[in-house]
């Protein structure tokens, strides 16, 4: 079975909806390779180790979160860029990215699979008012510690989390957004819930945990964010009956 690069990516769009989101990036086909797919890889970031990885692998096109074109980048196609962008156009590849869609998926996106993955409990989306919200709150399993979710994290992840405690409390309530969205901890504040995981931490977002009183979990940008693309590529393969692979390049960020 194969498929064309613009049919993929119509199949992609009707179900991400990228039109519902002000995103930092292109999303769709970035590069265009081959003019049939059969062979997808997809990955986190469209980093060289994919790259090379995908050309092993005689992949046609890769499927990833983090794609390139971001806004407020250099546009000039040298170094590092060229490099990756060479490489694909040398050896026929396609690199479709999805950023912001992939995270908002209700199924499919990043922050349901890690849900999914640790059985938490979605009640709503983090951001009011949006349809497909970036962020997700809910509850875990049971009532459990900051200590023991920590530990719940790092078994399912595979990377130990830095655990910033905003109290003594049990966590009942929590709200979640994976990648770098520390920033929505604010929200997370306003949702009244007992704990925000999110992938990345920043020096205020240690301060404004312990002051207001929720705990905050820096569970890893890249361990958050593996099982949206994955579940992505499962999804095309039983839909259009392609061969997908998942490569994980791992990061410690």
């Known amino acids: 079975m194969s498929i064309t690069p613009k049919q993929l990516v119509k199949i992609l769009e ?8 002000k995103d930092y990036c292109p999303n769709g086909l970035q590069v265009e390779g081959s003019e049939q797919i059969k062979r997808l890889v997809t990955g986190v970031t469209a980093c060289q180790a994919l790259i090379d ?3 092993e692998l005689k992949a046609d096109a890769i499927l990833v979160h983090h794609g390139y074109f971001w806004k407020g980048e250099d546009s000039a ?6 490099r990756r962008i060479e490489t694909l156009l040398k050896h026929n590849i396609s690199l479709i990215g999805y950023h ?4 908002g998926h209700q199924e499919l996106g990043n922050n349901a699979q890690l849900a999914r993955l640790l ?14 919200s970036v962020g997700s709150w809910g509850r875990p399993e049971a009532p459990v510690s900051l200590e023991v979710l920590g530990k719940q994290i790092e078994e ?20 979640w957004c994976t990648g770098a969205a520390q920033r929505m ?7 009244k819930v007992d704990a925000f995981v999110s992938g990345e931490i920043s020096e205020s977002t240690v301060h404004f945990a312990r002051e207001n009183g929720i705990h905050y979990i820096s569970a890893g940008h890249h361990a958050t964010e593996r099982y ?9 393969k039983e839909k259009q009956g392609i061969e997908h692979t998942f490569v994980d390049i791992d990061s410690p960020v």
Do not use: C, Y
Request: aromatic share 4%; proline share 6%.
């Open 14 to 21: 009707d179900e991400l909806q990228p039109g519902l989101f």
């Open 53 to 55: 990885k995908a050309v």
């Open 77 to 82: 196609i040298v170094g590092m860029k060229k």
């Open 100 to 103: 912001l869609p992939l995270d």
């Open 119 to 132: 059985g938490w409990k979605t009640e709503g989306g983090m951001e009011p008012g949006k349809a497909r």
């Open 156 to 175: 399912k992840l595979g990377r130990k989390p830095l655990l910033i405690a905003g109290g003594d409390h049990e966590i009942k309530t929590l709200a």
């Open 185 to 191: 901890i604010d929200l997370a504040l306003d949702l």
């Open 228 to 236: 949206g693309v994955m579940a992505l590529g499962e999804w095309l």
